[in-house]
């Protein structure tokens, strides 16, 4: 869910005395009643906080520290992705990041980075009180500022999502510090990976030095047709990714239970397997990703060739510029 929680202010509530101090006694409280602090002079009902996902108390956090920033803030980077719906690789336990004139910057917090490349009208949305940075920028400046893992996996949400991939070119600024990454980006990206699991898993190939698959290749069995993740013809491979979200999530069962899903993946499995060329199937799960080493070694026992030394692209994300 990408609306944030009901936040109270202190300033707001006075009136009801609810001051500030009244506010923070309350994060102390256990029970009805219990407040959590979301920002600054922000607080949250604590059942309520409790209850929400990740991605909807790290958008609670950004409104909260965005109302303190004023109209001249505008959330970017993560905080823009969230707002948006599109996915972090690393979860939702990050800083709030906010895009701000010049005279606005101060150094980076714990809690809140600010960065300072000018927001054009074009390039910014308003979602409710909120002043964002539109897809396609908010694309862009995380390609430029992470690794190419993460901007694979937030570019292909985007364009998997609607957006058009000359939007995304149209976002980069030719003089921009990061430029060449967005570039490299923009040329990996591609709108028919299925997942952040499926994204993150055609930039490890590349750094495993795979031969680039076909995705989403259909196959028509008995007169079924199954779509498969990756496709190496040439080795006659094919790579699924096997998520929870298959055996849990309701838009995934389709009514059934997890038993028959579970049931039903094993005999297209074996489908697959008649499929003249098929020679043999790997299933990955979200955490074989990040082993290149235990990978590569699977990936060569099936005959798919693997560089000797993966290059590694993931590396730790810079957040203090001011870019």
Request: charged fraction near 25%.
């Amino acid at each position: 869910m990408n609306e944030p929680l009901p936040i109270l202010r202190a300033s707001a509530t006075r009136e009801a005395g609810l001051d500030a101090t009244t506010l923070r006694r309350r994060t102390r409280l256990q029970g009805p009643g219990r407040l959590v602090r979301a920002g600054p002079n922000a607080f949250v009902d604590g059942a309520a906080w409790d209850a929400a996902g990740p991605r909807q108390r790290y958008v609670t956090r950004v409104y909260a520290r965005l109302g303190r920033l004023g109209p001249r803030a505008t959330a970017s980077h993560d905080s823009a992705a969230a707002v948006h719906g599109l996915p972090a690789l690393g979860g939702w336990s990050v800083p709030v990041h906010a895009t701000v004139p010049e005279s606005m910057y101060r150094g980076r917090t714990a809690e809140l980075v600010l960065h300072t490349r000018p927001v054009s009208g074009a390039e910014r949305v308003r979602v409710g009180d909120l002043a964002v940075t539109a897809v396609p920028r908010t694309v862009i400046d995380i390609a430029m500022s992470g690794d190419l893992r993460t901007g694979v996996v937030v570019a292909d949400a985007a364009l998997r999502n609607g957006t058009e991939r000359d939007e995304l070119w149209r976002a980069v600024h030719p003089s921009a510090r990061g430029r060449a990454r967005a570039a490299q980006v923009l040329d990996l990206a591609d709108g028919r990976s299925g997942s952040p699991a499926e994204s993150l898993a055609r930039v490890v190939f590349r750094e495993l030095g795979l031969p680039a698959p076909v995705l989403q290749q259909e196959f028509v069995v008995d007169g079924r047709r199954s779509a498969v993740d990756f496709w190496f013809p040439a080795e006659g491979v094919v790579v699924e990714i096997d998520g929870r979200a298959k055996y849990t999530q309701d838009r995934y069962l389709g009514g059934r239970s997890q038993i028959e899903v579970f049931l039903d993946e094993k005999r297209r499995h074996a489908r697959l397997l008649t499929v003249p060329g098929v020679r043999t199937i790997i299933r990955l799960e979200w955490r074989d990703l990040f082993d290149l080493d235990a990978l590569a070694l699977r990936f060569r026992a099936a005959g798919l060739p693997c560089a000797i030394r993966p290059v590694r692209s993931a590396r730790r994300t810079a957040v203090g510029g001011r870019r």
